[in-house]
């Protein structure tokens, strides 16, 4: 029986890199106390598997073999560098954490998952700006290559390489100590960190620029971080509550989007479509949420607002009054324009749209919502139920030129040619 052909054993590098890459880098930063120094080291420890393994196949432990061989090379590297500082008795502590590469050992890692958690607080740090934050997450702990991130977020790979590169600096000049943060430091960064992930996921479901309505690899990244920081934290609440959260989302995903990619809307989704195992498991998570007395935590309640609808068989049963309450309490919890915004659209299905409108009035200076498509979107729309068809248009018009998304853009447009052929509400 011949040797599987290189594409197949690429793949299976790749696919071993996907899920080995971040506890080999928080295994090696662990002793070298520098995230991009350890990257280094793991990137090495790829480049000997895809010379190494198409000729001699895939070991049948490949984690162990790439943390063997990672630590190697950082054995060699301290080496140089202590002959090179003359620090030998460094050296010796060093050379001799890594050297222990039996497989129990790398068990005892995996099941404590401190590395990772420390690599994670340490990717996510708000020393770093919030772009290079996702950028380092996505590749220290999600393993995408500089490419793969570059057109997930639409950007120039010399971007994404420079934010990079600019963040593993920044980590090694501040000496930022690569550990678990505690006492009062642990809520700002765990909320960092909670951030980072939502993000990376917002862009997945809905992509702010380019030709795709969603980019759901970006989706299905942030909730292995989340599924990861869940088991790594069990005890708290909001975690769930942004894994809940994105998993009700998520379970939208068939039905967001038509045969043609182009955007399908809430009210009118086929909600057959919509995956169940993902709502189960994403009201299992809110209930956890809950019971760590989480339930008024910012994801939670965003959370609790995915599950109404979830729960809802048809939008005609959504229950808009609970959807309305819990906005007005998120808009206490966590106050925010969007909210407002968010809220106004809830309030309409309760109250109609002349109260939304008078909600939306409040935020028309608002200097964050300056730029945002969707506030006159949402005009645009209760405008149009009013029969303000000329107003509605013109609002519809105004959301399409503010949209980055293509879409988004298209969807907008042809919103606002529908105000002029289709009068009345």
Known sequence: MG????????????????????????????VLHDVGLAEEMAQDAL????????????????????LTTARRRAIDYLRHEALQARKHEQLGHETALLQR???????????????????????????LPTDARVALALRVLGGLSTPEIARAFLVAE?????????????????????????????????????GVIYLIFNEGYAATAGRDWMRPELCEQALRLGRVLAALVPREAEVHGLLALME????????????????????????????????????????????????????????AL?????????????????????YARLAQVAPSPVVQLNRAVAVAMVGGPQAALDLLDRLADEPRLAQYHLLPSVRGDLLRKLGRLDEARACLERAAHLAGNDRERELLRRRALACTHHPGA
């Open 248 to 303: 009700l989302q998520a379970s939208r995903f068939a039905a967001r989007i038509d045969s043609r990619g182009e955007p399908v809307l809430l009210a009118d989704q086929d909600r057959a479509r919509w995956d169940k195992a993902r709502i189960r498991r994403g009201l299992e998570a809110l209930a956890q949420a809950a019971a760590l007395g989480g339930a008024d935590g910012p994801y939670a309640l965003q959370a």
């Open 3 to 30: 040797m599987p052909a290189n594409d197949d054993i690429n793949r299976r590098i790749e696919a071993v890199w996907r899920i080995e890459a971040p506890r080999l880098i928080a295994s090696l930063a662990r």
């Open 158 to 194: 010399a971007t994404v390489a420079q934010r990079i590169v600019r963040a593993k600096r920044t980590l090694a000049d501040k000496r930022i100590p690569f550990e678990v943060p505690a006492g009062a430091e642990l809520a700002p960064r765990l909320a960092s960190v909670l």
């Open 306 to 326: 995915a599950a109404c609808h979830a729960r809802a068989e048809r939008y005609a049963d959504t229950d808009w009054k609970c959807i309305a309450a819990l």
């Open 47 to 66: 480049v000997a598997a895809m010379e190494t393994w198409p000729t001699r196949g895939v070991p049948d432990r490949p984690g162990a073999w790439l």
């Open 101 to 127: 590469t039996d497989d129990d050992e790398m068990e005892r890692d995996d099941e404590s998952g401190d590395n990772l958690l420390r690599l994670i607080f340490t990717a996510c740090h708000p020393v």
